[in-house]
């Protein structure tokens, strides 16, 4: 009786022993697996939502500063006031980044058969997410010009250059994508007599 209990025992342990190595094995086949799928798959999916994320928080952010619309003014002189521009541009880059500061990280999903490749499979199955930190330099010029739109017509524009870096942190190493957008801050035209003759 002793022994049949002892030799049940040793048959418990060893099963257990090899279902903990397969257990084992399915992991690290698991990790293996999921490295070989992701090497490189994800950086093209990454930059184009990181860029599409940072074009979101730019519109968000002009849309805080969107005055009455264009201007218009007729002959004389038009005065421009440079302090209203400067604080657009500053609740322009306030608004800017608290979004930046939401969106630290960008949660990217990508289906399963684009991950294993083949034009077949490309697009189906399950989406397969991951986790990419982002962080983001921001810089904003405000720049003007004045254009001819016509017979003595002339518009001026204040813009406000956005320039943002995006650092994405990926598996694979660093990749930076760019991304430079123009918010008009004020439009004025000025209209002049029609010259006769």
Do not use: H, W
């Not at 070989?36 to 519109?59: C, H, Q, S, W, Y």
């Not at 500053?90 to 083949?118: D, H, M, Y």
């Not at 918010?183 to 002049?192: A, H, K, N, P, W």
């Amino acid at each position: 009786m002793k022994l049949k209990s002892l030799l049940l025992r040793k048959a418990g342990r060893r099963k257990i022993r090899a279902l903990i190595i397969a257990l084992l094995l399915l992991f690290i086949g698991s990790v293996f697996l999921y490295e070989r799928l992701f090497d490189g798959k994800i950086d093209g999916p990454a930059a184009n939502l990181a860029v599409t994320t940072v074009e979101r928080m730019i519109a968000e952010a002009a849309s805080e500063i969107k005055g009455t619309g264009a201007d218009g003014g007729a002959g004389g002189s038009v005065a421009i006031d440079s302090g209203k521009l400067n604080e657009k541009r500053e609740i322009f880059e306030t608004t800017l980044s608290e979004k930046i500061r939401k969106n630290g990280t960008i949660k990217v999903r990508i289906p399963l058969g684009t991950l294993i490749g083949g034009r077949f499979l490309s697009g189906k199955g399950p989406e397969v997410s991951s986790r990419v930190y982002c962080d983001y330099k921001t810089e904003c010029e405000v720049t003007s010009d004045f254009v001819s739109v016509g017979i003595n017509q002339t518009m001026y524009t204040a813009k406000l250059t956005v320039c943002v870096d995006c650092t994405l942190y990926l598996e694979s190493g660093e990749k930076t994508v760019s991304v430079k957008d123009d918010v008009i801050l004020e439009q004025l035209m000025f209209i002049g007599g029609v010259p006769l003759g």
